[in-house]
């Protein structure tokens, strides 16, 4: 099995800023694609910004020039730096890793989300 835990998700103000992480373990062989989804109040879930194994990135226009996904892939962690937040930010952002396990299997894994509240 593989476990995806996040951290770093708060309240904090328009125009603020937060880092979330999120760091994978279990029976991992090679994580292809990192990413982060977030889902607001009562919308459904959607994709932030991912990033591939050779350093690729693919962000949401929504997000474009404010957030900052990276990779520690020696850690098999994931950074979302956000910047300039804005209320429509607003969600619980979930990790999210496309691997290869031990046993050369394909898998996807979810992390079990993290609260972003920005609000004055």
């Known amino acids: 099995q593989v476990q995806l835990v996040e951290s770093g998700g708060g309240l904090v103000q328009p125009g603020g800023s937060l880092r979330l992480s999120c760091a994978a373990s279990?029976?991992?062989?090679?994580?292809?694609?990192m990413g982060w989804y977030r889902q607001p109040p009562g919308k459904e879930r959607e994709l932030v910004a991912d990033?591939?194994?050779?350093?690729?990135?693919n962000y949401a226009d929504a997000v474009k020039g404010r957030f900052t996904i990276s990779r520690d892939s020696a850690k098999s962690t994931v950074y979302l730096q956000m910047n300039s937040l804005r209320p429509e930010d607003t969600a619980v952002y979930y990790c999210?890793?496309?691997?290869?396990?031990?046993?050369?299997?394909?898998?996807?894994?979810w992390g079990q989300g993290t609260q972003v509240t920005v609000s004055s």
């Open positions: 279990g029976s991992i062989l090679r994580i292809n694609v």
């Open positions: 990033i591939n194994g050779g350093g690729g990135t």
């Open positions: 999210n890793a496309n691997y290869v396990d031990r046993f050369y299997r394909p898998g996807v894994g």
